[in-house]
Structure formats: structure tokens, C-alpha cells
């Protein structure tokens, strides 16, 4: 239409004569990826925990390279068979040496209800096949005049009729020019060249459904003075789309999303023989179905059963229970090598590897041993309070440095503890507890919580409770003596079964101007608490006390 | 033969192809302005035929979400009777329902022989099944389930497929014209998408931007003369940017003061389209706004705590990027509210996301800070360490922060304390804060490379 605007007679007569056609660009079709890359990004708003197969609500950066052929004139340049999650918004193509007029990605994927409007608004020719009981088939030629509603109703030579409403068999066949419509998701874009070009384009963009999760699994030592750390990325793909002989990344952190809804695609809706009413003086059959326009697994959440991710492989666990058809595929144990990217933490998977629909891929990224490690018995209390006896809580606490032979970003994930039962050859591997990390930079402290058994028990009795010096005078009006301060003691008793001594600590929160006035035992202080550091000697009990002053 | 004769020719070459014989395609024109808000104004201009006195004019193909009460259509030389708007929908169940009185081809179909009986009936009835009445009998329609065909005529005159608009009008005399059909619709809406490339290396941000349009109402535009307006005249705030779960942090640092050479609407600014598009129902689609490279940018950290906030793990500072958007030195351009990507080039130089941030309509010389997301290696653990009481309503709060860095360079993390209420004061500090505002004070602290620092405050409160 560009020629039109020129100005010039002939070239406008001729564009008016193309009118129909000149609007529409030459389409032409990228090849189909020759490199792709696929950075996978975890769900922001999931906590530490491992991610729903059936729910992926990660996404990834998928980068794609093509090739295409472009000739002198103005093309729309076709991507077929990105990912269905693609947010359409965020797809940058770069190569194209003219650059981009625009860029579009159309919902509508080819469907019998795609197929059915299409044909309506071209006024294009349908054939419809009728065949009698008898197996006798007539063929009619015709335009349908409406598909509104999910009703069909179409024009031949005969006269108007709906479709399937005469109890017969009857079928509609489409001419195969054009329909504009693609059978996968595609990216198209205008661009405009004026001599015949062979680039190399280069497709990225933002699509939904894939998450990642880091898994570990600790073995403590026999001595429970170290323990090993490994760590698997579980990384999945909830797309139709494949990506073969990608590079593979994932990103560590957590970063922000706001892109709200995304456009979904159009997969069409179903096609239903509406007729006319069907009453009958005996009995009404329903309307039949005659097409389903849903592919089937196009949706992932629409698969029946749940299974939660995997955790990381290990030769002590059981198998996982059926599959149905996804995949879990171990790559080696090769190590996923990490780097910087910002403030976020970059993985890439050591060689290509395919990224198949519904599937989720695990690759090592951490292996480390005799990480020494203190085995900590620890409870919160608060004072005047009276407690029964309850089992203390485990941390293995370590620090993430290179002199505890750890000294790498440890991102969030879930945490297995293995430790081992019995001793020579009836030694068993168990699985002692789970527990998770959070995001977790070098030189940080860190502490794999465990819930403990019932041999080390804490509790915490209130002995007394007494109004501190002489009362303040009341203020009028009020019932309530302001600043009324109380002396508190509260005995705290902790109790080791174990037949060696174990390390306890005991943090003690204040509220409001409390203050810990006398004690026992020496305390520290720990994030601006009082903390008790009590060794509990092999089947013993420690008693200690200690005061506090607070206000009513 | 001239080019007149060529012209003349081809006009009427291409008014026989055409569905609408008067009209022309250099005639036709449709424009369209998509308000950032659910909100379209079309213009389709037409050339109508007018007959002469009363008639009825159909305009097919108007969106299928359109706004019936604000249609007006303008030619010379007419006046509107009436406007209707058509939607009752050509389905077979309708074609029945508007067959009634009136008759109907019947062919019963033998399902042994498979030998044809055509018979004339007249349709009685279309409640829960239909009653025919053929020669003088009266029988419900497949009453024995046996295979019936029907054929009618013709479609009804206002069945159609898609609903339709029709203006009823008195024209003076006959003769071709154009004609402007404009009317609201909703389905159409268009929002921005920019692409921003920080270069750590350099400090500068290479940004792309796109205006995403999204068609959902029914209706393909062809050819269309696309007009954006950057503004909801409807209501303001479509877009919130707080982020779930946290303090609001402002991220327009100050308004810009610069006018763009950008045409207006009233306070809108208006982003035309360079060349006329198609927009396709069920479509997105994106054409490029703004390209500028080499804008300036600041990396930094930021943190909030909140009055007495007291973390045992520490949190993960803010990686905020900081540039401006005027002339000089900026993006150079009014920014329309939309959705801003960051990425950054791995160590082999391919580019991965790092984090966005919705931003908001934004003026021209303006300074934005924009959040991407957590970092990774800069920490802060606050902690209260003391709490004394001063007085009956007097309370002296010690706090230290913890900052840490596990990145190989030193960096800059601007830390604030929030909830400093009535009339808070700052004791002393191990660092000189400044007081953005009088809730909140702020410090600059530098973190050096693989290392921590400390800063201790005591806050005198009266509560």
C-alpha cells in the first residue's frame, strides 16, 4: 500500500487492482532452529521446597537461532513452533539487517473451529459429503454462511441447511489454499529488504511453564563431625515444544516478575452440532459431539495425577512410582559450572543436552566432602513461661567458606540428611531428616535444621513472679498500673539419653524492655538476644536459672 | 491508452471484486486510536451509496465489542432515522425458530434404499421440538429418528454471523459519498515493552522500546491508521508496581520537567504508528518505539527495614539500576507505562534476563530507580540489639546492621530505616544518615569487596 501513496497513477491503479493481495506481505518461514539455548528461571514466589510437574510456574529465556532467505520486497518472516508459553511481549528478534516493522504472534492456531471461521469470512468454497445409511455418498459444493455459536450453517445448490441436524452423516472439507492459520504457536514479523539477503536471525524470548529446583543430599559421617554435600538442579520443561541440542542454563536469586497475565493461545473452541430443538414424543437424545477441538496434553495441568519433583537420584531411595509420560533423565555427573550474572547466579550444563516436552533433567552443580560440621542442640524460649518437655531441634552448622571446603553460592532448595546406622558391615545409610536452604553467598553461616529425636529434651518452669520495688501510682482513669515492673525466674532443665555429652544453645527472646538481670550461667549474645551455651555431659540433666525484668 | 483510461479500468476492475460495489480502495480509510485502558476509538471511513429517501445501511466487519450508544456516523447531505445494532447470531436453531409460518423443504432419506422423498412443509412450531404440517398432517420433526434433511430458501434478512450494525437514514439524493462511522469499542488495548541491555562494564544500558498492542474483540482491522494514546482517559493507576509482599518503593526518583516533540492529546501524549498495520483478532503485536544506546546507568543496592525489624538470616539487598530519561544524558523520550526487562550478557556474551519491573507513564527528564530483584551476594541482618526503657513514654532502641558482600568489588548499599515516627531521633550513629523524609533515615554504607561492614544507631523514641 506503501506504492499507493506515491502518488503515481499507474503504480496506484495497479495497487488497486492488487488490493486484496497487497496487503498481505509475502509470508516466508524461518528455518527451524539451528541453535537454541534455554535458560531456565525458578517459580519467584515458591519457598525452598521442591516444584508441581503438573504446575511449572518458572519460566525460561529461550534463545533460538535461525536462518532465513529473504528476496527484495516486504516479508513476513514466520517463527513456527516457539514455545506455547511464549510471552508474546518479550520476544526480541536481532539479525534481520533492515530491522523489524513489526512483530506479531497470532493466537488463533489451526483448529476445526479456526477452520470453520476462516472459511466463513473468506466466503471460500467447502465441500460437504453426505452419506446415507446405505453408504451411498452425495457431495454438495457451498459456502458457509455462519459458524456462530457453534452451530454450522452452510449454503449449497439446494438451499440452506445446518450441519448434522438431519441424522445423517455429513462432513466438511476445506480448499487447502490459505488459511493463515499455523498448526504451532508462531512468531511472525514484518520487515522489508531491498536485495536478496541470507541472514541468520536470532529469536529470544520469555515463555512460561518450566521451573528449576535444587536439591541436597548431606551424608552426615559416622563420627558426625563432617558431613558430604551434594547437590542436583532439577530442571523441567512443561512446554509441547522440544528443544533439541540446547545449551542450558538455569539462574540462582530471586528476581522480579511483573508481567501479569499473558495472552493465551487460542486452541479454538469446541464445535457442537447445534441444532434446532430435538424434541420427539417419546424421548430427546442429546446433542452429539462432533469435534473435539482441544489437543490433547496441550495443557500440562490438565494431566491427571500429581506427582511432586522428583528429589535428587539416589541409589538408598526407592524409585519413583509411575511416571505416566514423563521423563526424568540424569546426565552424568558432570558438573553444571556456575558464574556470575549480575547480582544472580548463573549455571550452564556442561555440554548440549535436549530439552524434551514434559520432561524434567537433573544435573550435578555441587560436590563437596568432609565439610566439618557441629552438631547443635538448640531451642527458643521466652521467659515467664511453662513449658512441658519437648524434643530439642538438630543443626549441623558449618560455615560456607573454602575452609570448610565448601565456598560456593548455595542456592535454595531442598535438603536431604543421611546418616548411618549401625556400624561394620550392618551399616546402613538412612534417611535421618529434610529439611531446606535458603539463598545462601559465600562466607555465610550455614545451618541444616533437623527435627530432633526424643534423647535431648528441653523445658522451661517459671518459679516466680513478683511485683519489682513499690508499685507506681495509679493515674486516674486508668485500671492498669503503668511501667509496673516484675522480677522473673525461670529455672530451664535440658536432658541428654545419649551416652556421649552433646552441645546445646538456648536463645532466650526479650519483649518490650525486658531485660535478663541475673543468670546462672554466662550468656552471649546472638542477633540481640541472650544465648546459652550449655554442654549436657553424657545421661545427665543441666538445671539453670535465670532472672528477668519486665513490664506489665 | 492514457492514465486515466488505466485508472478508470481498474477502479472498475476492483469494484467488481469487491464485496461492496461502490467501493473504493483509495475511498476507504479506517483509523483507529487504542487508549492504554481497554479502550478504542475507531473511524471507518467509507463511501456508502445513498439511494434517495429512506434506507437501510449495513456496515459489516465493526468490532464485535463495540460500544452501540456512542456510534455516529457522518456524511453530507443525510440525516439518521435510526441505529441498530444486530446481534442475533445465524444459528441453525434461529434459522428454524425464524422459519416458523412459513415453508420449508423436507427430505426423508430411506436408510435401507437410501432413496430420497422430498416433501413441502410448513413449520408450526419450534417449542422443544419441532411441529411440521405437511399436506394436511401434522408430525414433530425425526419424531422416529430417521434421518430428515431440511432445507430452507434463504437466510433471514437480520440473521448474520457476527452482529452487525445497521443505520437507518433519509438521504437528499442519490449518489455515492463518503461517509465517517466512528464508535468506542473495548477488546483493544496497548501497553509498552522495553528491552533494557546493561553493559556492567561500562555502566550503560542500551534500551528498546515497544508499543505491544493486544486484540481480543473480535474483529480484524485491516490497513488500519493506528494511533496510541499514553493515558487511560477512563480512570488513572491501571498499573500497580508494588511488588507483592513488600514496602512500596518509589520508583520515579523525580518527575521529569522536559517536553518531548511528541504530539498531545490534552495531557496525553500520543504515539502514532509509522506505517498503517493490520491488527488481527487474537493478535499481539509490537512495534518498535524508542532505540537508544549508551544511556548511563547506576547499579546499586538498596535495603528498607522496617521500626524494629530484627532478622536472624540475613536478607538479600535490592539491585536497583538507576538512569534518567531526559535529553541529556537519558532515554531522551516520554516513557509509556509498561513493562521494563533487563538483561546482561553472561560470560560468553549471550544476553540473559535478569529481573523487570512494571514502570508508569513517565515525562521526559525524569530519573527512574527500577528494582529488578534480589541480590544473590549483598546481605543485611538488622538487629535490635537493645532496647532501654528512658522514661514512662521513653525508649532508647540500639540497633546494628549488618552488611555483607560476597562479590569480588566493593559496592555501595543505601540502607533505610523506615517507622521513625513522631518525633524519633537519632542519637548516635556510627555513620552520618540523612533524613529523606521524616519517617525514614538513610545511609550510604560501602561494603568493601568479600568483606562485611557494621553500622550501629541508637534511636531515642516514645515508643
Known amino acids: 500500500m506503501r506504492l499507493a501513496r506515491s502518488g503515481r497513477y499507474l503504480l496506484m491503479a495497479m495497487a488497486v487492482l492488487a488490493a486484496p493481495a497487497a496487503a498481505r506481505a509475502q509470508d516466508i518461514t524461518a528455518s527451524a532452529p539451528v541453535d537454541v539455548s534455554v535458560t531456565v528461571y525458578r517459580d519467584p514466589y515458591r519457598s525452598a521446597g521442591g516444584f508441581d510437574l503438573d504446575n511449572l510456574n518458572g519460566f525460561a529465556l529461550v534463545t533460538e537461532t535461525r536462518r532465513v532467505v529473504l528476496t527484495p520486497g516486504q516479508h513476513r518472516l514466520r517463527f513456527e513452533g516457539v514455545a506455547d508459553g511464549i510471552e508474546p511481549a518479550s520476544a526480541i528478534v536481532s539479525g534481520l539487517p533492515t530491522g523489524v516493522i513489526e512483530k506479531n504472534r497470532d493466537a488463533a492456531l489451526l483448529s476445526p473451529a479456526a477452520l470453520i471461521e476462516a472459511a466463513e469470512a473468506q466466503q471460500g468454497r467447502v465441500r460437504l459429503s453426505r452419506t446415507a445409511p446405505n453408504g451411498v455418498t452425495t457431495r454438495r459444493d457451498g459456502v458457509i454462511r455462519s459458524g456462530a455459536d457453534g452451530g454450522v450453517v452452510v449454503e449449497t445448490p439446494d438451499g440452506v441447511e445446518a450441519l448434522r441436524c438431519s441424522g445423517l452423516q455429513e462432513m466438511l472439507s476445506f480448499e487447502a489454499s490459505r488459511t493463515g492459520l499455523s498448526a504451532k504457536p508462531t512468531l511472525s514479523v514484518f520487515t522489508r529488504v531491498n536485495r536478496r539477503i541470507e541472514a541468520t536471525v536470532q529469536l529470544s524470548y520469555l515463555a512460561r511453564g518450566f521451573d528449576w529446583a535444587a536439591d541436597y543430599v548431606v551424608s552426615l559421617a559416622p563420627d558426625g563431625r563432617s558431613l558430604d554435600v551434594g547437590g542436583w538442579i532439577t530442571l523441567a520443561n512443561g512446554n509441547g515444544a522440544v528443544f533439541p541440542g540446547a545449551s542450558v542454563q538455569i539462574v540462582a536469586g530471586r528476581l522480579n516478575r511483573s508481567s501479569g497475565e499473558i495472552e493465551p493461545i487460542d486452541y479454538g473452541r469446541p464445535i457442537l452440532a447445534r441444532c434446532w430443538p430435538r424434541g420427539s414424543t417419546s424421548d430427546t437424545p442429546d446433542p452429539v459431539y462432533i469435534e473435539r477441538a482441544y489437543p490433547l496434553g496441550f495443557e500440562p495441568w490438565r494431566y491427571e495425577g500429581r506427582v511432586m519433583a522428583m528429589p535428587a537420584p539416589m541409589a538408598a531411595m526407592a524409585p519413583e512410582g509411575a511416571m505416566d509420560d514423563r521423563q526424568l533423565i540424569v546426565t552424568g555427573s558432570k558438573m553444571a559450572q556456575q558464574e556470575d550474572l549480575g547480582d544472580l547466579k548463573l549455571y550452564r550444563v556442561p555440554d548440549r543436552s535436549t530439552v524434551s516436552s514434559r520432561q524434567a533433567k537433573q544435573v550435578r552443580f555441587i560436590d563437596s566432602t568432609a565439610v566439618p560440621v557441629k552438631r547443635i542442640y538448640a531451642v527458643d524460649t521466652y521467659p515467664n513461661n511453662t513449658t512441658g518437655f519437648s524434643p530439642m531441634e538438630v543443626i549441623l552448622r558449618t560455615q560456607n567458606d573454602k575452609a570448610s571446603n565448601l565456598g560456593i553460592p548455595l542456592p535454595a532448595g531442598r535438603v536431604a540428611v543421611f546418616e548411618t546406622a549401625g556400624a561394620g558391615a550392618s551399616a546402613r545409610r538412612l534417611l535421618a531428616g529434610e529439611t531446606s536452604l535458603r539463598d545462601l553467598a559465600v562466607d555465610e553461616e550455614t545451618e541444616f535444621s533437623l527435627p530432633g529425636g526424643p534423647a535431648v529434651q528441653f523445658r522451661q518452669v517459671t518459679e516466680s513472679r513478683e511485683l519489682a520495688g513499690a508499685p507506681p501510682p495509679l493515674i486516674a482513669g486508668q485500671t492498669i498500673r503503668p511501667g509496673a515492673r516484675f522480677n522473673l525466674a525461670d529455672r530451664i532443665e535440658l536432658t541428654n539419653a545419649h551416652p556421649f555429652p552433646v552441645e546445646a544453645e538456648v536463645k532466650v527472646y526479650l519483649g518490650y524492655g525486658e531485660e535478663l538481670v541475673r543468670s546462672d550461667r554466662e550468656p552471649e549474645q546472638k542477633d540481640g538476644r541472650p544465648l546459652f551455651r550449655i554442654t549436657v555431659p553424657a545421661n545427665a540433666t543441666v538445671e539453670f536459672r535465670y532472672q528477668t525484668v519486665g513490664y506489665d | ?463
Open chain 2, 1 to 463: 491508452m492514457n492514465v486515466r483510461a488505466v485508472l478508470a479500468t481498474a477502479c472498475a476492475l476492483a469494484a467488481l471484486q469487491s464485496a461492496m460495489p461502490s467501493a473504493t480502495a483509495q475511498e476507504k480509510s479506517l483509523a483507529i486510536t487504542i487508549y492504554a485502558d481497554d479502550l478504542a476509538l475507531v473511524q471507518d471511513k467509507r463511501p456508502v451509496d445513498i439511494t434517495g429517501g429512506r434506507q437501510r445501511i449495513e456496515f459489516a466487519g465493526v468490532s464485535a465489542q463495540i460500544r452501540p450508544e456512542t456510534v455516529s456516523l457522518s456524511a453530507n447531505g443525510i440525516s439518521i432515522v435510526e441505529q441498530n445494532f444486530d446481534f442475533d447470531l445465524l444459528t441453525p436453531a434461529k434459522l428454524m425458530e425464524k422459519a416458523v409460518g412459513s415453508v420449508v423443504t423436507i427430505v426423508r432419506v430411506n436408510p435401507a434404499t437410501g432413496q430420497e422423498t422430498t416433501e413441502k412443509a410448513e413449520v408450526l412450531a419450534t417449542n422443544n421440538g419441532v411441529v411440521l404440517k405437511i399436506g394436511e398432517r401434522i408430525e414433530v420433526l425425526r419424531d422416529d429418528g430417521l434421518p430428515v434433511r431440511v432445507i430452507f430458501d434463504r437466510v433471514p434478512e437480520n440473521l448474520r454471523s457476527k452482529p452487525t450494525l445497521s443505520v437507518t437514514v433519509d438521504g437528499d439524493r442519490r449518489g455515492s459519498r463518503p461517509a465517517t462511522l466512528s464508535y468506542l469499542t473495548s477488546g483493544l488495548g496497548w501497553r509498552a515493552d522495553y528491552v533494557a541491555l546493561f553493559d556492567d562494564a561500562s555502566s550503560k544500558i542500551d534500551v528498546q522500546g515497544w508499543v505491544t498492542l493486544t486484540n481480543s474483540s473480535g474483529t480484524t482491522y485491516d490497513n488500519a491508521e493506528t494511533t496510541l494514546v499514553a493515558g487511560s482517559p477512563m480512570r488513572a493507576g491501571q498499573y500497580d508496581s508494588s511488588p507483592y509482599g513488600r514496602p512500596q518503593r518509589p520508583q520515579l526518583v523525580a518527575a521529569g520537567t522536559e517536553t518531548g516533540d511528541r504530539e498531545r492529546l490534552g495531557d496525553f501524549y500520543l504515539y502514532p504508528l509509522a506505517e498503517r498495520t493490520t491488527i488481527a483478532n487474537m493478535q499481539t503485536k509490537q512495534v518498535s518505539f524508542l532505540d537508544v544506546h549508551g544511556v548511563p546507568a547506576r547499579h546499586g543496592y538498596e535495603f528498607r527495614n522496617y521500626w524494629m525489624g530484627t532478622q536472624e538470616e540475613p536478607q538479600s539487598a535490592r539491585t536497583v539500576y538507576r538512569f534518567a530519561t531526559g535529553s541529556a544524558e537519558g532515554l531522551g523520550d516520554q516513557l509509556p507505562a509498561g513493562v521494563l526487562r533487563f538483561y546482561m550478557r553472561d560470560k560468553q556474551g549471550d544476553p540473559q534476563f535478569i529481573g523487570e519491573s512494571t514502570i508508569d507513564h513517565t515525562p521526559m527528564g525524569s530519573t527512574l530507580s527500577v528494582s529488578t530483584g534480589d541480590a544473590f551476594d549483598v546481605k543485611v541482618k538488622p538487629v535490635v540489639e537493645k532496647r532501654e526503657r528512658e522514661g514512662l513514654r521513653r525508649w532508647r532502641t540500639t540497633m546494628k546492621y549488618t552488611l555483607t558482600n560476597a562479590t569480588p568489588r566493593a559496592v555501595t548499599v543505601t540502607l533505610q530505616q523506615d517507622g521513625l515516627w513522631g518525633d524519633t531521633r537519632i542519637q548516635s550513629e556510627t555513620l552520618r544518615s540523612t533524613r529523606p523524609n521524616a519517617d525514614m533515615a538513610e545511609w550510604q554504607v560501602s561494603v568493601p569487596a568479600n568483606g562485611s561492614s557494621e553500622l550501629s544507631v541508637v534511636f531515642d523514641s516514645s515508643y
